[in-house]
Nanobody, 121 residues
Framework: QVQLVESGGGLVQAGGSLRLSCAASGSIFFSDSTMGWYRQAPGKQRELVASMDSAGTTNYADSVKGRFTISRDNAKNTVYLQMNSLKPEDTDVYYC??????????????WGQGTQVTVSS
């Protein structure tokens, strides 16, 4: 049983910062996993915010480049998302994702329960 538990969401004013954390537990090869943060607004598709693979290569949505930073601590099985210069349009539920690909096949993929981020104008 794998669990991804997010924390750090909340209400912040525009221009402020938040740091999300996602702690993984259970039978997961965390250091071999690509860890990602996604977000979803009601009625919209879930979209990638940022990801980091096992080699440390990062990928960011254009809308957050220069403002958000993803990092990971493999010793703690935890991935972080530092969000600076927040905008009202960043308001969403943020989900942690862990997946492992091998030769184009998804060996596993897990999702957290989500954490609400609300940015007031």
């Amino acid at each position: 049983q794998v669990q991804l538990v997010e924390s750090g969401g909340g209400l912040v004013q525009a221009g402020g910062s938040l740091r999300l954390s996602c702690a993984a537990s259970g039978s997961i090869f965390f250091s071999d996993s690509t860890m990602g943060w996604y977000r979803q607004a009601p009625g919209k598709q879930r979209e990638l915010v940022a990801s980091m693979d096992s080699a440390g290569t990062t990928n960011y949505a254009d809308s957050v480049k220069g403002r958000f930073t993803i990092s990971r601590d493999n010793a703690k099985n935890t991935v972080y998302l530092q969000m600076n210069s927040l905008k009202p349009e960043d308001t969403d539920v943020y989900y942690c994702n862990a997946r492992r690909l091998l030769s184009g096949y998804t060996l596993y993929e897990y999702w957290g329960q989500g954490t609400q981020v609300t940015v007031s104008s």
